[in-house]
Every structure is written in C-alpha cells, then in structure tokens.
C-alpha cells in the first residue's frame, strides 16, 4: 500500500506536470471507490488544477471553476464553489500516471482526466481499495481535522506529549492516522527497527531518551525513502511509471529470517495490532510481561 514517500513522490511528480492543465472533460469506468461518482464527472469539466498536494496518504488536487452555479442549493456546496478539492486516497493497488492520449489506457483504469494539452492523467486500481471525493473549499479544515499531525512536520515536544501518555501499543500508535497522518507499515517497521523499539511496546513504557530516538527516526527514515522515490515492494510506480528504490535500504520489513544489518540476529515475525510486525529480537527487546500479583497463602489452623 502506498504510504507517504510514495505519495509525496507522486505528488512531487505531479506538481511538475499538471498545475495550470484544465480538466476537459471524465470518463468513468467502475466507481465504486468514488463517493460520489456523478458529482465527480459534472463538476470536474472545466476546472483549473492550480496545485496538486499531499495530506497524509491522500492526494489533493486543489481545482477552480470559472462559473460555479449560482443557484445551486446551500446544501451542495460543491456545486455552489468555484474552488474545489478532488481528494485520492490510492488504497493498496492505486497508481495515477500522466500520459499522451494517444496512448492505449492500461488494463482497470477506472477514472480518466481528460486534459487541455491532449495528454490524460489516469486512474488505475486493480483491487479498487482507493478512495475519490471532492470536498469544497469551505468544509477543507474539516476534513484535516480528521487526521494527525504531519510526521514530517511535527516537534519532538508535540510527538513526546502524543505518544507519551498512551498505553496502547506503540506500533498501533504509530499506525494510528488520527495521532500521525501517512505512517504505514513498512515505515512504521523500518522506524521502530531503527529507534531499537519493539514494537509490543506501550507508549507510556517509554522514556523520553526513547520517544526523542523514535521521533528522529521516523524522520530519517521517511526523508530517505522520499530521496530514493518510495519503496516498491507490489504495484507501486511513481507519476511517470518508475519505481522507487528504498526496499533495497529495508532492514526488517518482509525480511523475516535474515540477518539484522546491526547485530546479525534473525529478524522475527509477529502480529501487532493485527498487523505483521518486523522486529529484531536482540536490538528490539520485548517488554516484559507485567508481574502477577502472588496469592496469599491460607493460613494454617491452629491445632487445639
């Protein structure tokens, strides 16, 4: 599943190609992945893509119209905004790709935006898991709202005061969109891996020396991969269909029985938070289980 290197590398290739293309015209093939399928193909036509965006997973492409209905009912606010933002999500099998027109369209390309300079920018999904909705401009921050903080952009204060108090599992903390938007499993691995963190632990277990490592390691770990253009572990390919190159800096993801590159012990394989989690035994110790409280014994009768 495309997680955020993969979708700021396709963002990133997408800024380069598509702000100042209209969209001319859709063409829909299967839509149930698209909220709104119908709102999608009438109000698209015509719109301005002025930039194209990442917030967390999702692609945002930030869209003006120069005649919005005037008329339209307060309760469709689409329809009423000249401003509009088409949102997608890419799922597990979802690639967007820019190409000339003339090219013949792949197999389950479901969505095509035709553009202003007889190039399309098109979407595949084999497995149809993504995600497509317009919002408008005025229920944005709501939208936002919905999500954590930026991995990228978050302090190392805000990230110690969210992760801190918490006793859940840090693994599921870290996959958490509500507390950091775009994390995923293979970073959250390869993140924990490098902050010597095992993943069964809870986030109040941890001092403040670890959740300062765990912060600096998600960084580093993310601005890596986002240099090397993702990690191309499926179906992955970037906006010009090229695939990325960080699995081959992976240390623990899907390398189950390996050698770790620090302390050449076999990397194991658990589930955490219903999820399989790639850890090394000797640098990621397991938190202790909790002390049982000892029963006390029954005292002894007396013999009279």
Sequence with gaps: MPELPEVETIVRGLRRLLP????LDVRLGKTDFIDDPVQLGESLPGCRIESVTRHGKFIAF???????????????AVVAEARLHLLVHLGMTGQLMVCLAAESA????????????????RYTDIRRFGR????ADSQMDAFRDRFGADPLEISEAEFAERFGP???????????????????????????????????????????????ALHRAVRDVLQTAIRLRGSSVSDYVDAEG?????QLRHRVYQREGKPCARCRAKIRRIIVAGRSSHFCPKCQRAPRAPKR?????????QNR
């Design 62 to 76: 930030e869209l003006l119209r120069d005649a919005p209905d005037a008329c339209a009912s307060a309760v469709n």
């Design 20 to 23: 100042g293309r209209s969209i």
């Design 106 to 121: 792949p197999p389950h390309t479901h969505v095509t935006f035709m553009l202003d300079d007889r190039r399309e920018l």
């Design 132 to 135: 497509m909705v317009i919002v």
């Design 242 to 246: 090229f695939p990325g190159r960080f």
């Design 166 to 212: 918490r006793h859940a599992r840090v693994k599921a903390l870290l996959l958490d969109q509500r507390m950091l938007r775009g994390m995923g499993n293979i970073y959250v691995d390869e993140s924990l891996w490098r902050a010597r963190i095992h993943p069964a632990r809870c986030g109040d277990s941890l001092t403040r020396e670890q959740l300062r």
């Design 293 to 301: 409280a000892r029963k006390s014994a029954p005292a002894k009768k």
